[in-house]
């Protein structure tokens, strides 16, 4: 059965950068479009960034535009968020998910990870 897990979080000061890993087993995260999504205390879920399996396009809430990068290691079946400039509004828990489907929209996604929080400090 497939598992992913989100490494990478941490507590930051505003402005630096953290590079979030998502990392699979059990099955092939190339062959899947992974998302990330994020959860802030008291707001809904928020998808943020996916990459396609085919092609690998990518697609950024307007939000992170320039900020976040999302890539593959296909290597090491996993997939990274880059994330630069980092401000205490990005405070949130950090999820990614495997889909079949190339979408922002979480209720596309089937596999989960159990996410990874990030903190970022004024």
């Known amino acids: 059965e497939g598992n992913i897990v989100e490494s990478g979080g941490g507590s930051v000061q505003a402005g630096d950068s953290l590079r979030l890993s998502c990392a699979a087993s059990?099955?092939?995260?190339?062959?899947?479009?992974v998302g990330w999504f994020r959860q802030a205390p008291g707001k809904t879920p928020e998808g943020i960034s996916c990459i396609s399996s085919s092609d690998g396009g990518s697609y950024y809430t307007d939000s992170l535009k320039g900020r976040f990068t999302i890539s593959r290691d296909n290597a090491k079946n996993t997939v990274l968020l880059q994330m630069n400039d980092l401000k205490p509004e990005d405070t949130a828990v950090y999820y990614c998910?495997?889909?079949?489907?190339?979408?922002?929209?979480?209720?596309?996604?089937?596999?989960w990870g159990r996410g990874t929080q990030v903190t970022v400090s004024p």
């Open positions: 998910a495997a889909s079949l489907y190339y979408t922002p929209v979480s209720t596309r996604y089937d596999y």
């Open positions: 059990g099955f092939t995260l190339g062959n899947y479009a």
